[in-house]
């Protein structure tokens, strides 16, 4: 199976609820801060809720679909991966915190998905074309600064993706 194939496989499986507590305590974190810069960037005079709640969506999708990329380029199913445990008292603490630093720790000014196993940055590339160039933002002057924007949302998502799956074989 290829890559395509497999990324619209694992995205009508994989869900944001399936993922680990402090993932997507991490992913919320992440999201409210990149979309307020978004807001700012891409369209600081909008009046229109309704237009933020869909730029808002739109990054929101962006920054799930990376992490599906992420789990179909790694070939790792659609099964959840856990690496915290409510149960146990501070592990989702922990986890979140792990998941901090490791964003925190990742190389600035790396190009996004440079190394990555072949096809993922086209695929990448092609996921942020189709909504830049949709008919639902024709009317927007900013589409190439969302564009970088919502390649940026991508790749925090596909790492994240990256960084589960390195607390999960830590923690075994």
Request: aromatic share 10%; net charge negative.
């Amino acid at each position: 199976m290829v890559l395509q194939e497999r990324f619209e496989e694992y995205r009508r499986h994989i869900r944001f609820a399936d993922l680990d507590l402090a993932s997507r305590a991490m992913a919320v974190l992440w999201l409210d801060t990149f979309r307020a810069r978004v807001m700012r960037s891409c369209s600081p005079r909008v009046a229109s809720e309704s237009l933020r709640r869909e730029l808002s969506k739109m990054v929101d999708s962006a920054f799930l679909e990376g992490y599906i990329l992420a789990r179909a380029a790694m070939e790792s199913g659609t099964a959840g991966v856990i690496f915290t445990d409510p149960e146990e008292p501070g592990s989702v603490e922990e986890g979140l915190n792990r998941l901090r630093l490791m964003y925190e720790e990742e190389v600035m000014g790396e190009e996004p998905f440079y190394g990555e196993p072949q096809g993922a940055e086209s695929m990448a590339a092609s996921l942020v074309r189709q909504v830049i160039y949709g008919p639902q933002l024709v009317w927007l002057e900013e589409r190439e600064l969302l564009k970088v924007h919502l390649r940026y949302a991508l790749w925090a998502g596909y790492k994240l993706a990256h960084f589960e799956r390195r607390l999960s074989r830590e923690s075994d």
